[in-house]
């Protein structure tokens, strides 16, 4: 009974699935027409309800970013760059022998003979770029300042005594050569063509451990310091032992020369500083003229950057640019029409924020050629062609040292004329007569120092250095002197 019902329930089941099946083919027809059951055909498929998706105006070929590929791509590094500028960045060792204050026999009876004997030389270490293949690198110049003897050590292990062509203190850099002959150079790279954000890699020998190579990105460009200089800023690590080593690009081209950081603890914060490749490449081609200190151009200006009340003052919707206060009568910007009052906003295009960033714009051009310099005067932008040329020497310094007993005995004088200020860093557009050492003269004991400018002696006023030797003789016994320092007028009223 059990299996006679098992088949009977099949039977039904089959019958139902046949009766879905023809339902199913029924009701893929189309409506009855005249009475007749028609099959749609598939060569005229039914619309369909479609609802297009809205698509942005991104495409993926528009990203940035690139999403590796392969394996090889995954390993992309800056070991080919490292690779073939490392050669090039040297290791500088100097050695400073200390010398002996004193040697009393009293001294050495109470105190032994240790007392004020020769001390062992002092030794520091830097780094240095080969910038020609005959054996001419770049370093700092406080890398090598007091240094008796200078040994470079390049990539191969091999040392070198060096010799110092230039050093400028100005512009922290210095020059050296070795006796060597087809060495590994790295390429100048005009710095202006770098931007904020690119990568870039600083190669050095940090803390004396070995060349050691670290990367980042320049944070800004045209960075101005308080002493008027400007740098490169990377937040690629610097530390003690990196001053005067690399800094470069991805092509591995020179870019700058690493110089300081800023930090309150000596380690890198990554905050550093490079000085531009365009004055490095000045510091080398100075030396090879056999100029002991760098040959820039000189502008004879003073002026301000354009703050906000300047700019409303002035008309201006943005506070841009250096406004001239001050031209030197033989400023190469005053032969070019330029005068006090104009405000300049750019040279060949890139601008400048402050009286460093204009300098160094200038500063860094070819002797001799001119350069568009964009201005503004009156509300209108302007431009002119400003020739760069050196400071005269005009006129003449005539070095002398005043003797005798008197309150400025023992003092060095000159007449202060345009390649004197530009060298001391000194108000480019002043004129007169300075003071240039004082040393442990009767003068310092009065309180003059470097860098007083002697405006009148016993009532004669003094414009240059044969007018000081007509005014001591007026001199009965009794001194007034009236002097220049940091803007402000000060008197000496004395018998001496």
Request: hydrophobic share 40%; with cysteine; charged share 20%.
């Amino acid at each position: 009974m059990r299996w006679v019902g098992s088949r009977s329930l099949g039977i039904a089941v089959a019958c139902i699935g046949a009766a879905m099946l023809i339902a199913f083919g029924i009701g893929q027809g189309v409506p009855r027409q005249d009475g007749a059951i028609q099959t749609a055909r598939i060569s005229e498929p039914a619309p369909l309800d479609v609802y297009t998706v809205p698509t942005s105006r991104y495409r993926a070929s528009d990203s940035v970013e690139i999403v590796p590929q392969s394996a090889q791509q995954m390993s992309l590094s800056f070991a080919p760059v490292v690779r073939n500028a490392a050669p090039a960045v040297v290791s500088i060792y100097t050695r400073t022998a200390m010398r002996r204050r004193f040697a009393d026999p009293m001294f050495e009876m109470f105190f032994g003979q240790t007392f004020g004997a020769q001390a062992q030389p002092q030794t520091s270490l830097g780094s240095g770029v080969i910038v020609d293949p005959g054996g001419i690198l770049l370093t700092n110049a406080h890398v090598i300042e007091g240094a008796d003897e200078i040994t470079v050590a390049l990539n191969d292990r091999r040392e070198f005594l060096a010799r110092v062509l230039l050093v400028d203190s100005r512009t922290d850099l210095a020059v050296l050569q070795i006796d060597a002959s087809r060495l590994p150079v790295l390429e100048f790279r005009d710095s202006d063509t770098m931007e904020v954000g690119d990568l870039v890699l600083a190669i050095g020998n940090p803390f004396g451990v070995g060349q050691t190579v670290t990367s980042g990105i320049i944070s800004a460009q045209a960075r101005s310091a308080e002493d008027g200089r400007v740098f490169i800023q990377t937040d690629a690590a610097i530390n003690p032992g990196n001053s005067g080593g690399a800094l470069i690009d991805m092509t591995g081209r020179l870019i700058g020369i690493n110089t300081m950081i800023l930090s309150p603890s000596g380690g890198s914060n990554g905050i550093g500083f490079a000085i531009p490749a365009d004055l490095a490449r000045q510091a080398v081609e100075s030396a090879s003229k056999g100029s002991a200190t760098i040959a820039r151009a000189w502008l004879g200006i003073d002026g301000q950057p354009v703050t906000q009340e300047i700019a409303e003052s002035l008309g201006l919707e943005l506070p841009k640019g250096v406004i001239l206060s001050r031209l030197h009568p033989r400023s190469s910007l005053r032969e070019a029409g330029l005068r006090a009052g104009d405000v300049v906003l750019d040279v060949e295009g890139l601008p400048v924020t402050d009286l460093a960033s204009l300098d160094y714009r200038l500063g860094t051009g070819k002797l001799g050629a001119s350069l568009p310099v964009g201005y503004l005067r009156g509300g209108v932008r302007r431009e002119v062609a400003v020739r760069l040329m050196t400071a005269p020497e005009t006129p003449p310094r005539n070095l002398s040292e005043i003797g005798g007993r008197t309150p400025l005995s023992g003092i060095m004088i000159a007449n202060v004329n345009p390649a004197l200020a530009q060298e001391r860093g000194i108000d480019p557009v002043l004129e007169g007569v300075i003071v240039l050492e004082t040393g442990r003269s009767y003068a310092a004991r009065y309180g003059l120092r470097g860098g007083d400018v002697l405006r009148e002696i016993n009532g004669v006023p003094i414009r240059q250095v044969d007018d000081v030797e007509t005014a001591m003789a007026r001199s009965d016994g009794y001194w007034q002197i009236a002097i220049e320092r940091n803007g402000r007028l000060l008197r000496l009223d004395t018998r001496g």
